[in-house]
Structures are given as C-alpha cells and as structure tokens.
C-alpha cells in the first residue's frame, strides 16, 4: 500500500544542519498495523509527517498506491490527505470553540460534502466511538478520553484508509489508555484500516503487527 524509499530530512538552523530522518525505506502492506518506537527525537514524529503529506522531504519519496505522493501540487495533496488520510494527535487538536459534533463534521464540509450529509455522517461515527450523548459538548466540557474519542472519530469520517496516530495515549491515564486502546482495536477490525501508530507504550505497541524502531533518524525492523 504505501512504499518509502530513501526518504530524508534535514533542517537548518544557527548551529548548521540536523539530519532528522536519513534514507529511511519501509514498505506497509494495506490492514497493516505498525507502532513506530524510539526515543525522544529519533525523528517518529518527522516520520508520520512525511507520510501524510505533512511536510514534505529534502530527498527521498512515499509512494501511496503506486503514486509518489509528492508529485501532487499543494491542491491535490490537500485533497488526498482529506480523503484518504486519517490523522489522530496526543494533544487531540479540537477547536475548543465548537462542539463534538461541528469538530467531527469539519473534514467532511472541509471535502465539500452537504451539511445535512456531514451532520448525519459525524453522528454515526460519534455514536461508533460511544459518544451519541455527548454531540453538543465542547472540547473543555470532556474528559480527555472523550477528547480523543472526539479526535479519533474526526480522522475517520471520510473513511480513510490510513490512520496515522501520534501517541494517541500519551496523556492519558492507564485505564482510559486501555480503552482507547481497545477502541482503536476494535475500529481495525471492523474499517480494515492500515494504521501507523508512533508511541512510547510498550502496551500499545504490543498490539500492532509489527513495530518498528527509529535511532537516530535510521528505521530499524
């Protein structure tokens, strides 16, 4: 589904160039789902940006279904990312201003979809994440699994087939860990969604097909 080949990048700064990520090629297969482990600035995070179309690399290429993705103008990368690409943060990245529901619905009014076909899509995605009672909420009136639950169904209702999490547990507590875990489990299952899960959880990681490990922007696995 996804190939990556010889992907690099570095940054410039006052003290000269860093080499995040260096010639880093991995191959994920379609369903697959990998955690991404290593230290703090092993260049994970860079990683997932690149793979989504983030940020794009000083050299090096993700070809997504054969289509180095890269090659697509700044429009049709935008386009791409809203309709195949589902992302989910530690920090969830909900505008505090609307509710869960107008949170959810924005990728779809955001890809051009009907209000009225936004709306009904974001309230069967809530009511699959267990949040039919909490549409009009805001974000400060949510627990912070709530928030991630909110967070997670937003990345899937435009029915991605990648899902790209960035410690998606990393703060929250053990208990609401686990069930985020287990929802994120379940979704798998029922979406055959590919997931690339960066995290510092040996739990989490525990539960992918396959992890892969990043020292010091080389991939290892």
């Known amino acids: 589904m996804i190939a990556v080949r010889a992907l690099s990048r570095s940054f410039v700064t006052d003290r000269g160039r860093i080499e995040v990520l260096k010639d880093v090629d991995l191959d994920i297969r379609a369903g697959e789902r990998i955690a991404v482990v290593g230290a703090s600035g092993a260049g994970k995070t860079t990683l997932m940006h690149l793979l989504g179309g983030l940020d794009r690399p000083t050299t090096g290429s993700v070809h997504f279904a054969?289509?180095?993705?890269?090659?697509?103008?700044?429009?049709?990368?935008?386009?791409?990312?809203?309709?195949?690409?589902?992302?989910?943060?530690?920090?969830?990245?909900?505008?505090?201003?609307f509710t869960a529901l107008e949170n959810v619905m924005m990728p779809a009014l955001i890809g051009r979809a009907p209000a009225i076909e936004a709306e009904q899509r974001a309230k069967d995605i809530l009511a699959a994440v267990s949040l039919e009672h909490r549409l009009s909420h805001k974000p400060g009136q949510l627990s912070g699994?709530?928030?991630?639950?909110?967070?997670?169904?937003?990345?899937?209702?435009?029915?991605?087939?990648?899902?790209?999490?960035?410690?998606?547990?990393?703060?929250?507590?053990?208990?609401?860990?686990?069930?985020?875990?287990a929802l994120l489990d379940r979704l798998h299952q029922e979406r055959d969604l590919t997931m690339v899960i960066v995290t510092h959880s040996e739990k989490v990681a525990s539960h992918m097909d396959r992890i892969v490990r990043m020292i010091d922007g080389f991939v290892e696995g």
């Open 145 to 181: 699994g709530e928030q991630q639950r909110v967070a997670i169904a937003r990345s899937l209702i435009m029915a991605p087939k990648l899902l790209l999490a960035d410690e998606p547990t990393g703060n929250l507590d053990s208990a609401t860990s686990d069930e985020i875990l």
């Open 66 to 97: 054969e289509k180095n993705i890269f090659h697509y103008s700044a429009q049709e990368l935008d386009a791409f990312r809203n309709r195949t690409i589902g992302f989910v943060f530690q920090f969830h990245q909900l505008l505090p201003e």
